[in-house]
């Protein structure tokens, strides 16, 4: 079974955290979409895209990421950190994947440390995090996903 997942990972690593803790699960290959300037992603059984939520949102690279490079009817997932709230964080790779008919296989998000604009005033949100219990849910939500496939 071979699996991707395209992410990015800014300010604090938060999101390659809980990827690194995924890999323990199987060997899923990580694609930076900074440092990736293309990809055969039409090779892989399942797709993850990542990021953490910018005002509210997927990263806009790995969206653009994804509209470039994924293939028709390739199952994905999805996974994300957050310091304050997921938002709609979703919905740009939810409709891509419709558009492409790619069934979505999941979600995942968990909190991540964040210190970005007036959050660093207040010595930033969720702080700690992500923590060994995010990473633990992180790696039960992969197996779900090895699961379905």
Not at 94 to 123: I, N, Q, S, W
């Amino acid at each position: 079974m071979k699996l991707a997942v395209c992410y990015h990972s800014h300010h604090h690593g938060n999101t390659r955290k809980v990827l690194d803790a995924m890999a323990l699960e199987c060997d899923l290959e990580l694609l930076d979409v900074a440092a990736c300037q293309s990809a055969q992603l039409k090779d892989y059984d399942c797709i993850g895209f990542a990021s953490g939520i910018y005002a509210f949102e997927i990263h806009k690279s790995v969206v653009d990421f994804a509209r470039e490079f994924l293939p028709a009817r390739k199952p994905v997932f999805f996974v994300c950190t957050y310091g304050l709230s997921r938002g709609t964080g979703f919905k740009a790779l939810t409709d891509l994947a419709k558009l492409r008919h790619c069934p979505v296989l999941g979600e995942f998000g968990c909190k991540g440390y964040d210190t970005f604009g007036p959050f660093k005033l207040m010595g930033g949100l969720a702080k700690g995090h992500p923590d060994e219990q995010d990473f633990q849910q992180a790696r039960k939500f992969l197996r779900n996903i090895l699961n379905q496939l």
